[in-house]
């Protein structure tokens, strides 16, 4: 069965420094979705992105994130200055129409800024 | 605004039924979904509803009331393994992102 795979698992990285966090979406899926996690709490939708670029993206998204399809397989989520607060859980996923229905989600990368 | 409600905790039995309720306030409606999250693990996706009625896949049943703006995740034959959070989540329009509860932790007793 096909799944959304995301790469590292788990990130540790510095205050200010520079992330890169990668996903595989399912093949024939069109629409490509990034959310996050912080411990605890629920889940929040960070941006989504059809067509080459950003449909949508939330208050959170904001200058520090950025997001990008570098080839037909990658999808990207950049944070250019890490945060301790940005320390969560964060999800890809992708579905293959715009209803909304059946997103499926990866794995997830956990993310420590220290 | 966006709200959406349902309770933090519940505990049912093995072998039992339980019911989780959801309520929803948000901008627009295109459906509800109910995910499943294990401790540490993605969301999986368990049901999606858009019109009024029941939906039912195996031992999971999901109802929406779109005038009431409400909806239950129904579980029957309650295994240990069901033992996860349950997130009940709404698109609030067509084109993309979904609306996230903060999820219902299910605890099952042996």
């Known amino acids: 069965e096909p799944e959304v795979t995301q790469t590292p698992s788990h990130q540790v990285t510095q205050m200010g420094q520079e992330v890169i966090l990668r996903c595989v979406p399912i093949?024939?899926?069109?629409?490509f979705y990034w959310y996050r996690q912080i411990l605890g709490q629920k889940v929040e939708f960070l941006v989504s992105f059809y067509n080459n670029e950003i449909s949508e993206k939330s208050e959170i998204f904001d200058d520090q994130f950025s997001v990008e399809r570098p080839d037909g397989s990658n999808f990207t989520l950049k944070i250019r200055s890490t945060k301790l607060e940005d320390s969560a859980m964060y999800f890809c996923?992708?579905?293959?129409?715009?209803?909304?229905?059946?997103?499926?989600f990866g794995p997830g990368t956990r993310l420590t800024v220290t | 605004g966006q709200n959406i409600d349902q309770p933090t905790e519940m505990t049912a039995t093995e072998g039992a039924i339980v019911q989780i309720n959801c309520t929803y306030q948000t901008s627009g409606f295109n459906g509800l979904f109910w995910y499943q999250q294990h401790a540490g693990e993605a969301p999986t996706f368990l049901s999606y509803n858009v019109l009024d009625g029941l939906e039912e896949k195996g031992r999971f049943s999901s109802f929406l009331s779109r005038s009431k703006g409400y909806s239950y995740l129904l579980l029957k034959e309650l295994q240990m393994k069901d033992s996860a959070s349950y997130l009940c989540?709404?698109?609030?329009?067509?084109?993309?992102?979904?609306?996230f509860g903060k999820g219902t932790r299910l605890h099952i007793l042996p």
């Open positions: 989540a709404v698109s609030p329009n067509r084109d993309d992102k979904i609306i």
């Open positions: 093949s024939n899926h069109l629409y």
């Open positions: 996923a992708s579905s293959e129409n715009t209803s909304g229905r059946e997103q499926y």
